[in-house]
Each structure stands twice: as structure tokens, then as C-alpha cells.
């Protein structure tokens, strides 16, 4: 007889919390990079627009020609427009990662509805593609899991490594060992 394949295993709550807590992180850093560069475009944007503003009363004081002044007003126009473009792509950008961060926030405050269940395998199948984000692995959440159950033997948060002390290498492997088994 054939042996059934046994499904996978459904993602606990915590694996969820954690694919959607590394997401938030990596949106909100994305977003934060974003606004950076949306700042810097706009500070060149008016620089230019200054240079541009010097080189016309340059011209009305005769101190340059009108065809040399011209030709650098229409360089100038043409650095401007380029980071117009580039400034409403970042806007555009911005705007869907907003939204994907807004998603997985509502996510996190009920981590086993719905709407998180099919957010959650968009995160772990795709690379979320409005936000531009890679997907989060599965090795991501293990290792986050893992970290989780290491501190709890320790009593302690999972973030807080400082706080665990150095195991031997026996008891190390064994702890492996038994995390292993919770996946298997």
C-alpha cells in the first residue's frame, strides 16, 4: 500500500508572530530609507531650483550670455524633471509599503484570522511584491522559535541572550536535538 504523504504542519501562532514581526522590521526600515531619500530629492530639487534662479539674474546683469545661460537652464530643468520622476516613484513606493505595514500590524493584532492566514502564506511564498520585500523563510522562523524555546529553558526573553548562560556542548546538542523533533 501507498503511504499517505502527511500534510504539512499548520504554522503555530508564534511562527506567525514572528514571520509577521520580521516583516514589520523590514518595512518599516524600507520605509524609513524612503522618506530619507524622498527628503534628499526634494533639498536637490530646491537646490537646483536656486541655481537655476542665480543663473536667470545672472543673465538680466549681462555678466552672461543669453545662449550659455539658456543651455544651462535647460540642463538644470532636466536634472529637476529627472528627480521629479524619481521622487513620485518613491512616493508611489511609499504608499504600498505603508499599506503592506499597515497590514501586517492588523495582522499582529489578531495573528489567527483570516485575512492574517492568507497574509501570512503571501509572506512566506512570495516576496510580497507591492512592498518589494524578500520572503521571510522558513529557517527565519525556526531559528526565532528555537531562540524562544532556548530562553524559556533559561527563563528568560528570547532577546535578552546576554542573560543565558554558556551551555556545554552535550546539553547544546540536546536542546537542538529536541527542537529539532518539534518540527519533524
Do not use: W
Request: net charge negative; hydrophobic share 40%; aromatic share 8%.
Amino acid at each position: 500500500m501507498a503511504k499517505k504523504k502527511a500534510a504539512p504542519a499548520k504554522p503555530t501562532i508564534d511562527q506567525r508572530i514572528d514571520a509577521f514581526s520580521i516583516s514589520e522590521e523590514r518595512l518599516d526600515n524600507a520605509i524609513e530609507n524612503l522618506k530619507y531619500a524622498l527628503h534628499m530629492h526634494a533639498f536637490h530639487i530646491t537646490s537646483f531650483e536656486g541655481e537655476m534662479s542665480y543663473v536667470k539674474d545672472t543673465i538680466a546683469s549681462g555678466h552672461l550670455t543669453r545662449a550659455l545661460g539658456d543651455a544651462k537652464i535647460a540642463d538644470i530643468k532636466s536634472k529637476i524633471s529627472h528627480l521629479r520622476v524619481e521622487a513620485s516613484d518613491m512616493g508611489r513606493d511609499l504608499v504600498k509599503k505603508s499599506s503592506a505595514l499597515a497590514d501586517i500590524r492588523a495582522s499582529l493584532y489578531c495573528p489567527s484570522s483570516e485575512l492574517a492566514e492568507r497574509y501570512f502564506q503571501r509572506l512566506i511564498e512570495t516576496d510580497l511584491p507591492d512592498a518589494g520585500i524578500e520572503p521571510v523563510t522558513r529557517f527565519m522562523l525556526y531559528s526565532a522559535d528555537f531562540d524562544r524555546m532556548l530562553a524559556a529553558s533559561y527563563d528568560c526573553e528570547a532577546s535578552d541572550r546576554e542573560a543565558m548562560p554558556p551551555k556545554s556542548e552535550q546539553t547544546f546538542f540536546s536542546d537542538c536535538e529536541a527542537a529539532e523533533q518539534v518540527y519533524l
